[in-house]
């Protein structure tokens, strides 16, 4: 007998564009939500997006409630359940970069309510996706939470914000190539559940990303509509495969090991770029794809070596040897790689 069944948890309006941050009322009143929104911000995405997008909830006939947050906390999270858990707050509006909207979602995800993503950065595809991830204590990787509403990214402003967190969206969607190989090498030695169209998805979107990289510059608007659509794109991979599988292979338990023990991580997707290059050459050997992936990434100003994450070599060998603690996922870090061979894939590589 055929059992199998799966739910696939989607965005219903993707709205991207040029000044469609003054749709965001439309794009949820389309949804028919009841109640009034809460809209969860921090303070430079406050000023570039938030005032405007309560000033729409306002224009639309709405009360909108607003919690500013500073770092992406479990005590903020506490702060913004507290308030949406009123009667009248029908759903929440995360506007700003990945902190604020992995906030919004896990507590909209407690309080049993809506989430609707304003990404003011293209920082990495969590601004889309149904997994949220707060850093702190041990944990550090993303979990399944309940994927946006809807998600309005406004190109204008995302084309304005600081060109590193554009960079780093564009990294993420390039460690989809490793993700994608990690995920394969554990179907075939663990017998991990893969998905076709999740994995030819993700690679397809690194593939298109890296074909477009021309026109990935800074203050150019045609960028930030690249990597939102990519971002979207990897998002939806992981909705089908209900995983971070298709995105997150040993590239991303690097990065997270990185931001457990350096003085001062870099930025998420940075941080899977360079490891991704490691990654990449511990699959295909020197003569490999590594110098693709490193070469992709320098095309879009993005780091490349541990010098350019602003993080010192003896963290990257650290985080190489123990990433594979970071949670149950196999990958090509297998039970761990020693010390050596780290420093074999790091130098060989160029990252240290
Ligand atoms: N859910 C998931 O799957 C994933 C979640 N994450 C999580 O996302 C977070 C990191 O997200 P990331 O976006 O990199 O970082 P932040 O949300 O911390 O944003 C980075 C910085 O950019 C500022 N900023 C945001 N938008 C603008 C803008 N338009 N103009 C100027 N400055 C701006 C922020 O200001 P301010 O400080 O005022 O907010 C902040 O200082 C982490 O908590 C990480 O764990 C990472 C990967 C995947
Ligand atoms: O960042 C992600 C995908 O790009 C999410 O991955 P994690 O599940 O490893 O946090
Ligand atoms: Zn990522």
């Given amino acids: 007998m055929f059992d199998k069944s799966t739910w696939i948890r989607l965005p219903r309006n993707v709205v991207v564009g040029h000044g469609v941050l003054d749709e965001a009322a439309a794009a949820v009143e389309e949804l028919r939500l009841h109640g009034d929104p809460l809209v969860v911000t921090s303070p430079t995405p406050a000023e570039v997006a938030g005032d405007r997008v309560v000033a729409g909830f306002s224009d639309a006939g709405f009360d909108p409630r607003v919690v500013r947050i500073e770092e992406a906390t479990f005590g903020a999270v506490e702060e913004v359940i507290e308030v949406a858990a009123s009667d009248d707050v029908g759903y929440l509006v995360g506007v700003g970069g990945g902190k604020v909207i992995d906030v919004a979602k896990m507590a909209g995800e407690d309080v049993g309510k809506g989430f609707v993503s304003v990404p003011t950065a293209a920082s990495h595809d969590g601004i889309v996706s149904g997994r949220a991830s707060i850093p702190e204590g041990d944990t550090r990787h993303s979990v399944a939470?309940?994927?946006?509403?809807?998600?309005v990214a406004d190109t204008e402003i995302l084309a304005d914000a600081p060109w590193e967190l554009t960079t780093a969206g564009c990294a993420d969607i390039i460690s989809n190539f490793t993700a994608v190989r990690d995920w394969e090498l554990a179907h075939r030695l663990k017998n991990v559940e893969y998905h076709e169209y999740a994995g030819a998805l993700s690679r397809m979107t690194a593939e298109m990303l890296v074909e477009n990289a021309d026109s990935i510059r800074p203050e150019l608007e045609e960028s930030a509509w690249i990597v939102t659509k990519a971002l979207v794109s990897s998002g939806v991979a992981m909705s089908i495969a209900g995983s971070s599988?298709?995105?997150?292979?040993?590239?991303?338990l690097i990065s997270?090991?990185?931001?457990?023990?350096?003085?001062?991580?870099?930025?998420h997707g940075h941080q899977v770029g360079v490891a991704s290059i490691m990654t990449e050459y511990l699959h295909s050997g020197p003569k490999g794809q590594w110098q693709d992936i490193r070469d992709a990434l320098a095309s879009i100003d993005a780091p490349t070596t541990a010098e350019e994450l602003g993080i010192g070599d003896e963290v990257v060998i650290e985080a190489l040897t123990t990433a594979h603690e970071i949670r149950d996922r196999y990958t090509i870090l297998g039970d761990g790689m020693s010390e050596a061979a780290a420093?074999?894939?790091a130098s060989v590589t160029g990252v240290i």
């Fill in 256 to 267: 997270h090991q990185l931001d457990r023990i350096a003085p001062e991580p870099a930025l």
């Fill in 343 to 345: 420093r074999d894939a």
């Fill in 245 to 252: 599988r298709p995105a997150s292979g040993a590239e991303h």
């Fill in 145 to 151: 939470a309940e994927p946006p509403l809807a998600v």
